[in-house]
């Protein structure tokens, strides 16, 4: 049997200790990654080094010992890989070129197995260089997530960009999504080929979807991407992510086939205690609860345990850490799970 715990969970198994991690564990928060950072030069250049992103993967479970390693990369590489131009600007996150409806069919996929290698050489070296007991998750954007950035060019607080050329020229969204779909499998496939012990699908932008586009645009192409990764690497385990996704939870889960699911901290605990009951599900703290500290954050793990700790259960933020969140509520976070 695995020392993962974080896989054990993913088996169905409840721990009386949940795994615990943060999405975007590796980031501005800490001073080790600000100073790997500088010596990257752009962000992308720190992605595809494999040197670095070793080294800024491993730097919080050095720190704090969490019970996974989360691969040091991007969502946005896929259109990088796509030469779509993408660009990080400090204090403005991602650019890229907009892409218009009669650009879609002109994206050429060819450059991307060999554009992504400095990735996977950096999954190998995670795998060996990482602590028995850590699980290594790798991931992917969910293809309607990349999509809405690649739409629009940049983040946008509702992504109505997206939404709009999807009403406007579904035949053409449908051609980004399945390209996208394709590409992020090949890319799981690899990272779970490579040494992942499992992958998150992050399609942090799924809440801004109505009923209709939800099954069309998040649950189909991230079911395509869940059976083809099945098919390549049988028993991978998968969590999926769809923040937002609120009352849609379990026809996500239904109809993806995800193993977990990701909850963001919007979901109330009577309806995540029922979605447990089909299986894992992973969550939920509001990350501004670990901004604040003291008795917001340890009445936000104590409600979580109480109401999820039974299991299977992975412990973890709603959303991603931000670059304000003080170490030592990290600190404090862990030993409250972990009851020290
Ligand atoms: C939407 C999305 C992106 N990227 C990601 C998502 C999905 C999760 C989510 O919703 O947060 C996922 C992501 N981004 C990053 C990781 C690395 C692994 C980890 O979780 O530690 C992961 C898993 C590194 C990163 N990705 C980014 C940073 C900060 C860049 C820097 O160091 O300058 C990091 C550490 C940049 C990024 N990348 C993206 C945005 C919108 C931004 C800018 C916002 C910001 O600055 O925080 C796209």
Redesign the pocket.
């Known amino acids: 049997m695995t020392t993962r715990k974080l896989l054990r969970v993913l088996e169905g198994e409840s721990l009386s200790t949940p795994p615990v991690w943060l999405?975007?564990?590796?980031?501005?928060y800490l001073p080790e990654y600000r100073a790997t950072?500088e010596k990257a030069g752009g962000?992308l250049d720190l992605c595809y080094n494999p040197d670095l992103a070793t080294e800024v993967t491993l730097q919080p479970i050095r720190r704090f010992g969490f019970d996974a390693a989360?691969?040091?990369?991007?969502?946005?590489v896929i259109p990088d890989a796509l030469r779509r131009n993408v660009r990080?600007v400090?204090g403005e996150?991602?650019r890229m070129d907009p892409i218009a409806p009669a650009g879609i069919a002109a994206l050429d996929p060819s450059h991307a197995q060999a554009h992504l290698s400095p990735v996977i050489e950096t999954v190998e070296r995670l795998r060996a260089e990482l602590p028995e007991e850590t699980a290594l998750i790798g991931?992917c954007?969910a293809p309607w997530?990349v999509a809405t950035?690649m739409i629009a060019g940049r983040?946008t607080p509702d992504q109505a960009p997206a939404r709009l050329f999807a009403y406007r020229h579904p035949q053409e969204m449908a051609a980004l999504l399945a390209l996208l779909a394709e590409m992020s499998a090949d890319y799981l496939i690899r990272q779970l080929r490579a040494g992942a012990d499992c992958v998150q699908i992050?399609d942090?932008w799924a809440g801004v979807l109505d009923e209709i586009s939800f099954q069309r645009f998040s649950i189909a192409p991230t079911r395509r991407i869940v059976e083809r990764v099945r098919a390549a690497v049988p028993g991978a385990r998968i969590i999926g992510f769809a923040?937002g996704a609120g009352p849609l939870l379990s026809a996500y889960r239904e109809g993806t086939g995800v193993d977990a699911i990701g909850l963001d901290w919007s979901v109330p605990f009577s309806h995540a205690a029922a979605l447990q009951g089909q299986g894992p599900v992973q969550g939920n703290l509001d990350p501004l609860r670990l901004i604040a500290g003291g008795r917001a954050l340890e009445e936000g793990v104590d409600a979580i345990l109480e109401h999820l700790g039974r299991g299977p259960l992975i412990f973890n933020l709603g959303?991603?850490i931000t670059p304000d969140a003080p170490i030592a509520h990290v600190e404090a976070l862990l030993r409250r799970v972990r009851g020290q």
């Open positions: 999405m975007r564990q590796a980031g501005r950072r962000f989360i691969l040091f990369s991007d969502i946005l990080f400090t996150g991602p991931f954007g997530t950035y983040g992050f942090s923040k959303h991603g």
